[in-house]
């Protein structure tokens, strides 16, 4: 079974689309992360959800909107995609978000996204 | 400022050598210090972690790493490389301790040579 499982795994668009990317973990974790990852791949957090409450939002274009229908999935919206939005993108998740040590995030294969 | 970095950016070893890859933060106090592995077209996997008390922490994959306070560092080691660890290797401290919030190293990549 797989822990963090992101679709699609790669997904090439051209710009001014709108485009979405799912994630879905069967952790039972309360927290989910969305991160981007970079040609240079530099690794940069963008959101994060714990119990489907926004607790992590990082400085990210409001193209970028985050969606948790439940604390299994976290689903990532991207308005009028640019070329500069090409990177992978990984989604993880860990037990814990808030007070105390950090627990370990576990992340997904990632999605390549490519716009044209 | 919080930060991160580590200094190599790649570093090639033979199979069966040493490793030892560096990575130094810059905080205030004692950060959380994960050592996480990216193996090619995958996602990243955690090979170990330090939170508190003994500062040589022992990983997956025969990966170990030694937090020193004095130089700021948690740098990753391993006594004999095999051509399977040939990966991206990201230092990621968590400097609040509050929301899980890591932050990256730029990564060293790993080539082994047989």
């Known amino acids: 079974d797989t822990a963090v499982s992101q679709t699609p795994k790669y997904l090439v668009t051209q710009m001014g689309n709108d485009k979405s990317i799912k994630c879905e973990q069967n952790l039972g974790h309360d927290t989910m992360y969305w991160y981007k990852q970079d040609s240079k791949k530099f690794l940069k957090i963008m959101f994060s959800y714990n119990n489907k409450e926004l607790i992590i939002n990082e400085t990210v274009p409001n193209r970028f909107s985050p969606k948790s229908p439940d604390k299994a999935h976290l689903n990532l919206h991207i308005n009028s995609l640019e070329l500069g939005d090409s990177a992978v993108y990984f989604c993880?998740?860990?037990?814990?978000?808030?007070?105390?040590?950090?627990?370990?995030?576990?992340f997904g294969p990632g999605t390549r996204l490519t716009v044209l | 400022a919080q930060s991160v970095t580590q200094p190599d950016i790649h570093i090639t070893v033979s199979e069966g050598a040493s490793l030892e890859l560096r990575c130094n933060y810059s905080?205030?106090?004692?950060?959380?210090l994960f050592w996480y592995v990216q193996s090619p077209g995958q996602g990243l996997q955690l090979l170990l972690k330090?939170?508190?008390?003994?500062?040589l922490v022992q990983g997956i994959k025969g990966f170990e790493a030694e937090f020193k306070r004095s130089q700021s560092s948690f740098n990753l080691r391993k006594p004999s490389v095999h051509w399977s660890d040939a990966a991206e290797y990201f230092c990621?401290?968590?400097?609040?301790?509050?929301?899980?919030?890591?932050?990256f190293g730029a990564g060293t990549r790993l080539a082994v040579h047989p």
């Open positions: 990621a401290p968590s400097f609040s301790g509050g929301y899980n919030k890591l932050i």
């Open positions: 993880a998740s860990s037990q814990g978000g808030s007070g105390g040590p950090p627990d370990t995030q576990y």
């Open positions: 905080y205030g106090a004692t950060p959380y």
């Open positions: 330090y939170f508190s008390g003994d500062t």
